[in-house]
């Protein structure tokens, strides 16, 4: 029979723990390497950061075959304050490719900005072991210090052309917004606390369904307070502000990391709390999660529809499909979450696949960034404008891509729940999204170029492209195992009532 797994001796909890020990050192590593390397060899320091996700990915897999061979349901360490379950090794390991291409799109665009230096890889693995934090912490506390981990780091990765006044900007506005928003969640999770006496989350969540009525205005607090903390993490209406001067004045790789990586490690934190600590406390969120879902929907569609930059546009658009996954939760049932967890993963592909081809675009005189630049792209470099028709036609949610069957699980969950109105609204903003992504195509295939100059993409970032692009495309063609890893990954979830770490 499945039982989560007592409490390990300390070699276990450090083999538990072992993929964030692992990009930290490698991170040290980095910024030591870093020091010895001559200034044409910069090239070193991302291979470093490729091996230390390499060595991370080793040692995830090493827990997750221990599962796998002992029949756990998920193994905790250090007090029950990690666990490694389901949920934490399919975030993990999003966590790792999507780090792995940001470093394979990196390498040449940070030697054209001249700014390839060692601490752009090392704060990117600090970036990981937050995210890494925030998906296998069982307490409060630790997901806490994992969020703001990830967020400093996260800061500095947004103003890293440090001689860009945009970088500049958008990265004092993240940082006093991040400050702001993670005060708003510092709060709610102490009132959370204050009424249960515990920071476990599943302890949480059970003493918080026991509450008497005269604590209800304080737990309705703490509710909102949380959930805003988090609906700011994940870039939801009307908490968004922050996203689009951080994704245009940021690195465009770091972009593309923040959009996905950085997003995916926001939902986990957000399912973890849901799923445990707020899961007998419906009442008070759902309304609160329906209206932010439609503000979101039609916040980032008709703001996508004004913009003239490919990374403001590409910021709304992550803020629409965030509407999207937020339905998935308004749904609140198996096949809901599914859509949520299979939407990540393929967003991770599609989003990461775009923003590759708009750092192919960057050259020294030019930026790329702007929707003119793209223009004539067919005529230049026919492979990336048609893996870019490939990422776009995605991301609308056009069979038979990858981005198809995101929607249509959050759509059948919805019509399973009897939300009709939220899937027709729903399918009526995929028709608007359309429309910005088609003038995008429309600008790579029918307008002539601003200039003649080729495109010369370098190996790494060739190599991005194939690997987003086959992924897009493989899991539209064969989504059946992905869909089982999604199906697994609920598993944790599903037995909290039922045995989570007796």
């Known amino acids: ?113 001249q700014e390839d230096h060692g601490e752009y890889y090392a704060l990117m693995l600090f970036s990981v072991v937050g995210m890494m934090c925030m998906a296998s912490g069982k307490d409060i506390v630790l997901l806490f210090i994992g969020l703001e981990l990830m967020a400093i780091s996260t800061y500095v990765l947004v103003g890293f052309l440090r001689r860009d006044k945009r970088s500049n900007e958008a990265a004092l506005k993240y940082l006093l917004l991040g400050a702001f928003s993670s005060g708003i969640f510092a709060y709610g999770l102490s009132l959370m606390y204050g009424l249960s006496g515990t920071t476990d989350v599943t302890l949480i969540g059970r003493r918080l369904a ?51 990586a950085g997003k995916a490690a926001a939902w986990a934190l957000l399912l973890r709390i849901f799923a445990f600590a707020l899961r ?8 609160m999660v329906i209206a ?31 509407g999207y996954m937020l339905l998935g939760l308004v749904a609140w049932n198996e096949t809901g979450i599914k859509g949520i967890l299979v939407y990540l993963l393929v967003y991770t592909f599609m989003n990461l696949g775009a923003f590759a081809v708009i750092v192919s675009l960057r050259r020294r005189d030019l930026i790329g960034d702007e929707i003119d630049d793209i223009a004539g792209l067919w005529f230049k470099r026919p492979v990336e404008a048609l893996l870019m028709v490939i990422f776009l036609l995605s991301l609308g949610g056009i069979p038979p891509l990858a981005g198809f069957y995101g929607k249509y699980f959050i759509f059948l969950s919805l019509i399973e729940t009897g939300h009709y109105v939220l899937a027709s609204l729903a399918v009526f903003y995929i028709a608007v999204s359309l429309y910005y992504y088609l003038r995008i195509i429309n600008a790579m295939l029918m307008r002539p170029a601003l200039d003649a100059e080729p495109i010369q993409p370098a190996f790494g970032l060739r190599l991005a492209l194939w690997v987003t692009a086959l992924a897009t495309v493989g899991i539209g063609l064969f989504p059946e195992i992905f869909i089982r890893a999604a199906a697994w990954t609920m598993t944790a979830p599903r037995a909290v009532t039922q045995a989570f770490l007796r």
Request: proline letters at 4%; aromatic letters at 10%.
């Open 210 to 260: 026991g509450l008497p009525e005269s604590s209800h205005p304080i737990l309705m607090l703490a509710v909102v307070t949380t959930l805003a903390g988090l609906f700011f993490k994940i870039a939801a209406v009307p908490f968004h502000q922050w996203a689009p001067d951080a994704y245009e004045g940021a690195p465009t790789a770091i972009t593309g990391f923040m959009s996905v």
């Open 292 to 322: 932010v879902a439609v503000m979101t929907l039609t916040g980032g569609n008709l703001a996508a529809m004004t913009q003239n930059n490919l990374k403001r546009l590409l910021a709304y658009s992550s803020i629409a499909h965030v």
């Open 1 to 113: 029979m499945q039982t989560f797994a007592a409490q390990f001796a300390n070699a276990h909890d450090l083999m538990v723990v072992m993929p964030m020990v692992m990009l930290t050192l490698f991170a040290c590593g980095v910024l030591i390497i870093d020091l010895l390397l001559p200034a044409g060899d910069k090239r070193w320091n991302a291979a470093t950061a490729a091996l230390g996700l390499l060595f991370a990915g080793g040692s995830l897999w090493r827990v997750q075959a221990t599962l796998a061979h002992q029949g756990m349901l998920g193994v905790s360490a250090f007090n029950g304050s990690v666990v490694m379950d389901p949920m934490a090794i399919f975030f993990c390991w999003l966590f790792l490719i999507a780090t792995g291409i940001t470093i394979l799109i990196s390498v040449r665009y940070m030697e054209i900005e």
């Open 280 to 287: 007998y406390e419906q009442t008070i969120w759902m309304p």
